[in-house]
């Protein structure tokens, strides 16, 4: 069975300073795994995924994930936040099966 | 442009109400789902399909129901809401393709039942 636990419901970083958002996993099979973010009042955007090529995965707005199998973990990071990146990060794992599972979501605050 | 649309993005209806939450995409994904959103909670997955004329239930128990009877198209109905139902319903779509197993996400309906 899957599953994926998000460390931390709420997240609140200065401007500048670097985001690290936890996401850990488990699965019985070589998992994908994804960041999603949401904006308020609209559905979830994906932010990069993992498909076992290149364990350090790019995303969208600076954003980067780090696979490691040894800790099942892909934690999330940007070296810099702005106040745009105020947002919820949801963290998902698919068995490449059809259903994915996602975590509780971690809210991301950003202080000017 | 590719998309994936949602309609109403707000609905407040009163108890025993059917009510049917329009979903489409113009991606030709086979793949859709829905799933309901609360605050601080995962997303729980009520219905998906497959493509056309295939449809299963999720994990979450729900007494809504859905169609598929094109492509594009996966309206969810419920045909009596009730307080209970008050959440936020998000529809999503992916494609077939190996290796591509990422959703796209519409912009979701926020139900109130009174």
């Known amino acids: 069975a899957q599953s994926v636990t998000q460390l931390g419901s709420h997240v609140s970083v200065s401007e500048g300073a670097l985001v690290l958002l936890r996401c850990n996993y488990s699965s019985s099979v070589p998992p994908y795994l994804f960041w999603y973010v949401q904006y308020p009042n609209q559905g979830l955007q994906l932010l990069l995924k993992?498909?076992?090529?290149?364990?350090l995965v790019k995303g969208i707005n600076g954003f980067e994930a780090e696979f490691k199998k040894s800790e099942t973990s892909f934690h999330l990071t940007k070296p810099s936040a702005h106040m745009s990146d105020a947002a919820e990060y949801f963290c998902?794992?698919?068995?490449?099966?059809?259903?994915?599972?996602f975590g509780a979501g971690t809210r991301l605050f950003v202080k000017a | 442009e590719a998309d994936i649309y949602q309609t109403p993005r707000y609905l407040v209806i009163g108890t025993g109400k059917k009510i049917t939450l329009e979903c489409s995409q113009t991606m030709g994904h086979d793949k859709m789902y829905w799933y309901q959103q609360d605050p601080g909670m995962e997303l729980h997955l009520i219905h998906y399909s497959y493509g056309v004329n295939s449809t299963e239930k999720g994990d979450l128990s729900s007494e809504s129901t859905v169609s598929r009877i094109r492509t594009e198209h996966f309206p969810l109905t419920l045909e009596s809401a009730r307080p209970s139902h008050t959440s936020q319903y998000l529809c999503?779509?992916?494609?077939?393709?190996?290796?591509?197993?990422?959703?796209?996400f519409g912009p979701g309906t926020r139900l109130t039942v009174t």
């Open positions: 993992y498909t076992s090529a290149a364990t």
């Open positions: 998902a794992v698919s068995d490449k099966g059809f259903k994915t599972i």
């Open positions: 999503a779509s992916s494609p077939s393709n190996r290796g591509a197993y990422e959703q796209y």
